[in-house]
């Protein structure tokens, strides 16, 4: 690792080191979601966005990701901006009105009108990588090749009453098990904390708002990139970690970074097994900063209690020696450990869990809890 690059990482994590949120005495995963609800909580009346992204059909693209996809809208560099995503899961593009008069949800809403005129004029088009419906792309106005994109979650605004999960043939972690497609709409309740299905009686899912997919522009020299499997660049990682609160940093690969997102849960489990999770319609209010020479290989996340490192691949077995490599790096790098105490830290106190098995690259994320840092406070948003 070149020597800049070394002591920029160390620059970054030194800057995190002092007070702040993080500090608190938070050691378990269920803190994580509490801390976030806070923080939402104290700053949703503050919250007042620079830029607004609708969902209109033009500011849509069809599965895939490319540096030559012109934006749909430009933020400053510490702008807020809010951007409204949709769900298409359960609904036809033949006769995309047929799903809310079947589940007797009224066409009238700003929410579902957009689904329907999404869904009637937005198409795969010819050549193009098929993937999720997304909106975007963004442009970060500053933000350079060599930049580090940090990405705030202020706030996930559920923009419906329903979520909805499906299993079909060929699809999942069980591909073969499968004999016939089902769809199962979830009802939120009218707090929105609780999903349940009339089809599977006797259970309610506790709601946890989060996006699969936030990404920046892969490089020019990849093309256009299908939005299913997840990069370095970000994109569909579908860690269910990441709801308000938390942080995501991406590098940036192209001018203006061009930040797009979609692929919108309001709750699912480590690894996704059907296919998908409780796909919803959400809005996305984000800050975007951007940290100027500061090259990341491979994204990374952070929550008040932890900082997650990310590994990918088509196998299972990579990706989780990758995620292994991305957390004893951070540690090593960014935190002054050796290789061998790093991974010492990362076999006693980190936990490496699959975050998905089902978008052709798979992944693993590891959990590094702050809290068995004893001689460090890490700021966080302050």
């Known amino acids: 690792m070149a020597g800049n690059t070394l002591n920029n990482r160390r620059d970054f994590i030194k800057q995190t080191a002092t007070g702040g949120l993080a500090a608190l005495s938070l ?13 939402s909580a104290s700053t949703a009346t503050l919250i007042k966005p620079n830029v607004l992204v609708r969902s209109i059909p033009q500011n849509m693209v069809y599965g895939y990701y490319g ?24 609904i036809s593009a033949r006769d995309p009105e047929a799903f809310f008069k079947k589940n007797n949800y009224s066409l009238d809403t700003e929410h579902a009108k957009d689904v329907v005129d999404i869904m009637k004029n ?14 975007g792309p963004v442009e970060i106005e500053g933000a350079e090749v060599g930049d580090m994109m940090e990405i705030r979650v202020l706030d996930i605004i559920i923009r419906s009453e329903y979520g909805v999960n499906s299993v079909w043939p060929g699809g999942g972690g069980l591909p073969d098990g499968v004999t016939q497609s089902e769809t199962f709409v979830y009802k939120y309740n009218s707090k929105k904390t609780l999903a349940a299905c009339e089809r599977i009686p006797g259970v309610e899912i506790p709601i946890k708002p989060f996006f699969g997919v936030m990404a920046l522009s892969p490089p020019p020299e990849l093309g256009r990139v299908s939005s299913i499997p997840p990069g370095f660049y970000g994109g569909n990682f579908d860690i269910r970690y990441l709801t308000k609160g938390t942080t995501l940093y991406l590098p940036v690969s192209v001018k203006g970074g061009m930040f797009t997102t ?31 020479n ?44 050796t290789f061998n105490q790093a991974l010492s830290i990362c076999s006693v106190a980190v936990d490496f869990e699959v975050s998905q098995v089902v978008n052709r690259t798979v992944g693993v ?18």
């Not at 378990?28 to 923080?39: F, K, N, R």
């Not at 012109?70 to 298409?88: F, S, W, Y």
């Not at 010819?126 to 997304?134: D, E, W």
């Not at 691949?313 to 957390?327: C, F, G, T, Y």
């Open 122 to 135: 937005v198409k795969r088009q010819p050549g193009n990588p098929t993937g999720h419906m997304l909106t």
């Open 67 to 90: 540096a030559d996809v012109p934006p749909v809208a430009k933020a400053k560099d510490g702008d807020v901006v809010e951007i409204q995503c949709i769900n298409t899961t359960g």
């Open 294 to 337: 500061k090259p990341l290989k491979m994204a990374r996340a952070e929550t008040p209690t932890h900082f997650i490192a990310i590994g990918i691949d088509p196998d299972l077995r990579v990706a989780m020696k990758n995620a292994i490599a991305e957390a004893t790096g951070f540690l090593k790098d960014e935190m002054g450990y």
């Open 262 to 292: 979609g692929d919108c849960h309001v709750a699912e489990g480590n690894g996704e097994v059907s296919g998908v999770s409780i796909e919803a319609s959400l809005s996305l209010v984000a800050k975007f900063i951007v940290h100027k």
């Open 27 to 39: 050691t378990t995963l269920g803190s994580v979601s509490a801390l976030a609800e806070t923080i």
């Open 365 to 382: 994320h590891a959990m590094i809890p702050k809290s068995v840092f004893t001689d460090k406070k890490f700021k966080y948003w302050s």
